[in-house]
C-alpha cells in the first residue's frame, strides 16, 4: 500500500508543477506584453522589464497555485483512470479513504508552498518589482488625490504630495489638533525620511502655530525636525503592494492602524481573513479532484476532464473576488466573505466524490 500510495503522490506532484510552470510562462509572457508598452518611458528599458516580470513571479504562484493543484490532480487521475490503475489500486486493497489521505497528503505540501510564497516570498518580489518600476519610470508610488496622499495619524491628518519607492515623502504637510478637534498648528517640510524607531525626519521645515484661541499665529523655521508617529515604511508600504499581496504581518498592522484612527478596515479585513485561509484551499482542490479518478471512460476522456478542471478553477478564482467585493459593498462579516467560496467547493467536492464512488 505505501508503494501505490507513493507512486499516487509522485504522479499528483508532477503533474502539478508541470502545470504551475506552463501557467507561470503564460502569465510571464502576458506581463512582458503589458510592460512593452512602458519601456522607453523615463530610464525604463528591456532589461528592467524582464526583471519586474521574473519579481512578479512569486505572486502568480501564490495566486495560481489551487489552480494548478486542480488542474494537475485531475490529469494525473484521469490519466490513471485511464489505464486502469485506479481500478488495480482500488482491488489492491486502497479504500476511497486512503486514497483522499493520499491526495490530501500531497496538498499538504502544497499549501504550505503557497503560505511561504504569500507570506514571505511574493510580497517581498512585489515591493521589489514595484519599486524597480517607479524608480526606472522617475514615478512616485501613489497618489489618491490631485493634492497627493492623505493619512490620519491620531490627531493629526498628514498630506504628503508623494511617497518615493524608497518610502521617501515629499512635501508633507501635517494638520494637527487637540481634543476639542480645534486646529493647533500647521507643519509644512519639503521631504521626510524614516529615522527608527517611531518617528520620520523632516527637512527644511515651517511650522505655523495658532495661539489665542486662534486669533494669532507664530510662525517657526527648521532645517531638520524630528516627527514621532505610528506611521512606518511597512504601512506606506501598503501603496506598492496590493492587499491580497501583502502578508498577513502587515495586513494586520494596517488594519489595526486604520481601526485605531477610526477609519473603514472592511477590504483589509478580508483581505487579511482570505490570505489566511487561501492555502487551505489547495486541499479543497485536491478533494475536488479527487472524484475524477472514478469517473468511467464514458464521462469523458482526459481532454474533457482537464477542460472541466480549468472551469471549475476560473469559477473558484471569480468567486474568490466576487465574494470580497460584495463583503466590502455589503458590509458582510469578513470571515464569511473569505471562506464561503472554500466551502462550497468543498461541498461540491464531497457530494461529486459521493456520486462517483456509487456508479
Known amino acids: 500500500m505505501r508503494i501505490l500510495s507513493r507512486y499516487l503522490r509522485r504522479e499528483i506532484a508532477a503533474a502539478t508543477m508541470l502545470v504551475l510552470l506552463a501557467f507561470l510562462g503564460l502569465f510571464a509572457f502576458f506581463d512582458l506584453i503589458h510592460e512593452l508598452g512602458d519601456i522607453g518611458k523615463g530610464d525604463y ?71 511561504v510564497f504569500g507570506e514571505l516570498v511574493a510580497p517581498q518580489a512585489e515591493r521589489a518589482a514595484q519599486a524597480l518600476r517607479l524608480k526606472a519610470l522617475t514615478s512616485v508610488i501613489a497618489q489618491e488625490f490631485r493634492s497627493g496622499l492623505w493619512v490620519k495619524d491620531g490627531n493629526r491628518f498628514v498630506n504628503v504630495r508623494a511617497v518615493r519607492p524608497d518610502t521617501r515623502l515629499d512635501g508633507v504637510t501635517i494638520y494637527e489638533f487637540d481634543a476639542d478637534n480645534r486646529l493647533v498648528s500647521i507643519s509644512q517640510a519639503r521631504e521626510g525620511e524614516y529615522a527608527p524607531p517611531g518617528s520620520w525626519l523632516l527637512r527644511d521645515v515651517t ?39 501583502m502578508s498577513l504581518v502587515n495586513l494586520y498592522r494596517y488594519t489595526r492602524h486604520l481601526a485605531e484612527n477610526r477609519q473603514k478596515t472592511g477590504r483589509y479585513d478580508i483581505a487579511l481573513w482570505k490570505k489566511g485561509i487561501y492555502p487551505l484551499a489547495v486541499l479543497v482542490m485536491m478533494a475536488l479532484a479527487l472524484p475524477f479518478a472514478y469517473m468511467h471512460a464514458r464521462a469523458g476522456g482526459i481532454s474533457l476532464k482537464i477542460f472541466a478542471g480549468i472551469m471549475l478553477g476560473l469559477v473558484f478564482h471569480l468567486l474568490n473576488s466576487l465574494f470580497a467585493h460584495l463583503g466590502a459593498i455589503n458590509t458582510w462579516p469578513p470571515f464569511l466573505s473569505a471562506v464561503t467560496p472554500a466551502l462550497l467547493f468543498l461541498a461540491l467536492a464531497f457530494l461529486m466524490l459521493g456520486r462517483a464512488t456509487r456508479a
Not at 483512470?81 to 482500488?90: G, I
Not at 499665529?217 to 492587499?243: C, F, H, K, Y
Open 207 to 245: 511650522r505655523t502655530a495658532l495661539v489665542d484661541a486662534g486669533r494669532g499665529a507664530r510662525v517657526e523655521n527648521a532645517a531638520e525636525l524630528r516627527w514621532t508617529s505610528e506611521l512606518n515604511p511597512d504601512i506606506l508600504g501598503v501603496l506598492l503592494v496590493q492587499p491580497d499581496k
Open 45 to 115: 528599458r528591456l532589461q528592467h522589464a524582464a526583471l519586474f516580470v521574473l519579481l512578479s513571479a512569486p505572486g502568480h504562484v501564490y495566486e495560481l497555485m489551487p489552480i494548478a493543484v486542480l488542474i494537475g490532480a485531475i490529469y494525473a487521475l484521469a490519466n490513471l483512470a485511464a489505464h486502469s490503475e485506479v481500478t488495480v489500486m482500488r482491488v489492491s486493497g486502497m479504500s476511497n479513504l486512503q486514497a483522499l489521505g493520499t491526495v490530501l497528503a500531497v496538498g499538504v505540501v502544497f499549501a504550505v508552498i503557497t503560505f
